[in-house]
C-alpha cells in the first residue's frame, strides 16, 4: 500500500510517516518546504512540490500506484488569517481542490484531511462533540470548514471517500526524539514556554488571566502527536477496509489550563523563568475540549499520553532543537 503525505515534513505529517513506515506502508512524502522540514523527511521518498502544481501532482499519481493520500499542508496561525484572509483561501482552500481534482482525475478516492478544533469557534458547551454548531470564528478555521464540507459533496458526486480529523492542541515529540514540534515562526504555548525554560526568550507571556476558568486562564485539549499518528492508521484501515467518509474529534478529554502547563513544565525541566501576564489574544475561547467518543467507538482508537508524557518527550527533543538551531 502506497500513502502520499503531503505536508509529510511538517510536525504532525512526520510523525504519521514514521507510524506508517513502521506498519509498512510505502511512503512518499510531498511537500514544498514552506513550513516543513528536509531533516524531518526520514521515513520513505521525497519529493518536494507545492499541492496546487497540478502537473506535477498528475506526473506522480502517474508514476506511483497510490492508495490513499494523506494532507496536512495548510497554514495554521489564526492571527495572520485575520489579517491576510486571501493567503489562507488561496492555499488552505483553492490548493486543496487543486489536490483533489487530480485525484479525481488518476482515480484516487482516499483521502484523510488534516481538520481542527477551530471548526467550532467558540463552542456553545463542552466537551464539543462533532456534531455541535460550526461556528469558525477566524478564516482560518473558516478555510477547513470549507474542506469539510466539500468533502461531502465530493463524496456523494465522485465517491471520494474521507476522513476528517479535527485536532486539537497536538503537542508532544515522538519518543525517539528524532522528530518534535517546530513551526516557522513559533506561536504555540508548549514550545514557547521551553524558550523560555532554555532562556532563549526572556519570558513567557499568559494572554488573558480574566477568563471564567479555574485559574482565570484559558483551557486546552493536549493530544499527543503519535496518539494523532495512531489515529490517522486506524483512519487509513477503517477507509481500505471499504468503510465511508466520517469525521472525528482528536482529544484527550481533559482539559489544562495555561498556567497549569506552565507548572508542569517547571516542574519537569526543573527550570524557573519569567511569567508575564498581559491582555487576552483575541479569538482564544475559554475552553477547548474535545469529547472522542465517536473515534473510541468507530475507530477503536484510545490516547495513550497524558500531560505528563506530552512534556516529557517534547522537551527530550526541544533541548535538542535548540541545540542544533542557535
Ligand atoms: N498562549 C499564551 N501565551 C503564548 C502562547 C499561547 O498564553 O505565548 C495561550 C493562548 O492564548 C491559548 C493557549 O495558550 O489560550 C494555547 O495557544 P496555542 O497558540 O498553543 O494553541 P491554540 O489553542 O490557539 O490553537 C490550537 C492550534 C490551532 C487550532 C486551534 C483550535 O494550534 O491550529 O488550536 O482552535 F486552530
Known amino acids: 500500500m502506497a500513502i502520499l503525505m503531503a505536508g509529510g515534513a511538517g510536525y504532525i505529517g512526520s510523525h504519521v510517516c514514521k507510524m506508517l513506515y513502521e506498519k509498512g506502508y510505502e511512503v512518499i512524502v510531498y511537500d514544498n518546504l514552506s513550513h516543513g522540514f528536509k531533516n524531518f523527511v526520514k521515513w520513505g521518498e521525497f519529493v518536494p512540490g507545492d499541492i496546487s502544481d497540478e502537473k506535477l501532482l498528475d506526473n506522480i499519481f502517474k508514476n506511483y500506484e497510490i492508495d490513499a493520500v494523506m494532507h496536512f499542508c495548510a497554514y495554521i496561525e489564526v492571527g495572520e488569517s485575520v489579517i491576510d484572509p486571501q493567503k489562507y483561501y488561496i492555499n488552505n482552500v ?35 462533540k462533532e456534531d455541535d454548531p460550526k461556528q469558525p470564528i477566524n478564516p482560518y478555521g473558516k478555510s477547513k470548514w470549507m474542506i469539510e464540507q466539500i468533502l461531502e459533496d465530493y463524496d456523494k458526486a465522485y465517491g471520494l471517500r474521507s476522513i476528517r480529523f479535527r485536532y486539537f492542541n497536538a503537542a ?30 526572556e519570558n513567557i507571556k499568559i494572554f488573558g488571566t480574566d477568563y471564567d476558568t479555574r485559574d482565570g486562564t484559558c483551557i486546552r485539549d493536549f493530544i499527543h502527536v503519535n496518539d494523532l499518528a495512531d489515529a490517522h492508521i486506524k483512519g487509513l484501515e477503517y477507509l481500505l477496509s471499504g468503510e465511508g467518509t466520517n469525521y472525528f474529534n482528536l482529544g484527550s478529554g481533559e482539559g489544562y489550563s495555561v498556567k497549569e502547563v506552565i507548572e508542569k513544565v517547571k516542574e519537569i525541566t526543573k527550570r524557573d523563568f519569567e511569567v508575564i501576564e498581559t491582555d487576552r489574544r483575541p479569538g482564544d475561547p475559554p475552553y477547548l475540549i474535545a469529547d472522542s467518543e465517536k473515534a473510541s467507538k468507530v475507530l477503536g482508537w484510545k490516547p495513550k499520553y497524558d500531560l505528563n508524557m506530552i512534556i516529557e518527550t517534547a522537551w527530550n527533543w526541544h533541548k535538542k532543537l535548540r541545540r542544533i538551531d542557535r
Not at 102 to 110: Q, S
Open 172 to 201: 508532544g515529540a515522538d519518543e525517539s526524539g528524532e522528530i518534535g514540534e517546530a513551526h516557522k515562526p513559533e506561536t504555540h504555548l508548549i514550545p514557547l514556554i521551553f524558550d523560555a525554560a532554555l532562556g532563549v526568550r
Open 94 to 128: 483553492e490548493s486543496t481542490l487543486i489536490l483533489l481534482k487530480t485525484m479525481l482525475k488518476n482515480g484516487i478516492k482516499k483521502f484523510i484531511f488534516s481538520s481542527t478544533a477551530a471548526v467550532y469557534g467558540l463552542p456553545e458547551k463542552i466537551p464539543i
